[in-house]
């Protein structure tokens, strides 16, 4: 079965650069959720999507931006970068949105992004 | 706000073994309440929720949870463990009209032949 692509899987920037996260969902899935896990810490919420609108918005700094787009990928993009955003940035998506079945979302493999 | 305690980081225990990972929730309104596994690295999986009804609930690969309200409290369990166990172990609550999960910080199940 088809699950939720992340890419890249493993990105490396220096300070103050730019990146870009890119996410697909199931196909059919229209709300996509961002998570940012440090090293040896527990995921933290970043934002969601819910057909191409921002549902629901948690830690996410205001260096950061993410969209969903028509095809209902994702990119979430992170400016001036710093050290502590080096992490695992997890995707994941499900059918409908709100916590019952955000909860029944499924969680792509992450993109560890290392800042240098 | 909702918070999540996990009580330890690390759970060693032999195969075969039962086991228990300990979870408590702190909420102001009703919560939904999950545990994820995450293996090396991989992504989160869902072992099992709880939304309603039944306090006892079953998951998969053989792990069950109890929803205590009065402890607040969301233990899993499985009566026998397995190598193939070893992971990552998350407990998550979601308070209603929130689309984000609050995670515990973790156990690591560390399985001992």
């Known amino acids: 079965a088809a699950g939720v692509i992340q890419s890249p899987r493993h990105l490396i920037k220096e300070k103050r650069e730019t990146a870009t996260l890119k996410c697909y969902p199931i196909p059919r899935h229209d709300t996509v959720y961002w998570y940012q896990q440090g090293p040896g810490q527990d995921p933290q919420f970043l934002i969601s999507?819910?057909?191409?609108?921002?549902?629901d918005k948690g830690s996410i700094p205001d260096r950061f931006s993410a969209q969903q787009f028509s095809d209902y990928h994702s990119e979430l993009n992170m400016s001036s970068l710093e050290l502590g955003d080096s992490a695992l940035y997890f995707c994941?998506?499900?059918?409908?949105?709100?916590?019952?079945?955000?909860?029944?979302?499924?969680f792509g493999q992450g993109t560890r992004l290392t800042v240098v | 706000a909702q918070s999540v305690t996990q009580l330890d980081s690390q759970v060693p225990v032999f195969e075969e073994a039962p086991v228990e990972l300990r979870c408590n929730y702190s909420?102001?309104?009703?919560?939904?309440l999950f545990w994820y596994v995450q293996y090396p690295n991989q992504g989160l999986q869902l072992l099992l929720k709880?939304?309603?009804?039944?306090?006892l609930v079953k998951g998969i690969n053989g792990f069950e949870a109890e929803f205590n309200k009065s402890q607040t409290s969301f233990h899993l369990r499985k009566p026998s463990v397995h190598i193939s166990d070893t992971a990552e172990y998350f407990c998550?609550?979601?308070?209603?009209?929130?689309?984000?999960?609050?995670f515990g910080k973790g156990t690591h199940l560390i399985i001992q032949p």
């Open positions: 999507f819910y057909e191409k609108m921002q549902s």
């Open positions: 709880y939304l309603s009804g039944s306090t």
């Open positions: 994941a998506s499900s059918s409908g949105t709100g916590p019952v079945r955000g909860a029944e979302a499924f």
């Open positions: 998550a609550v979601s308070e209603g009209g929130a689309d984000g999960l609050t």
């Open positions: 909420s102001s309104v009703s919560v939904y």
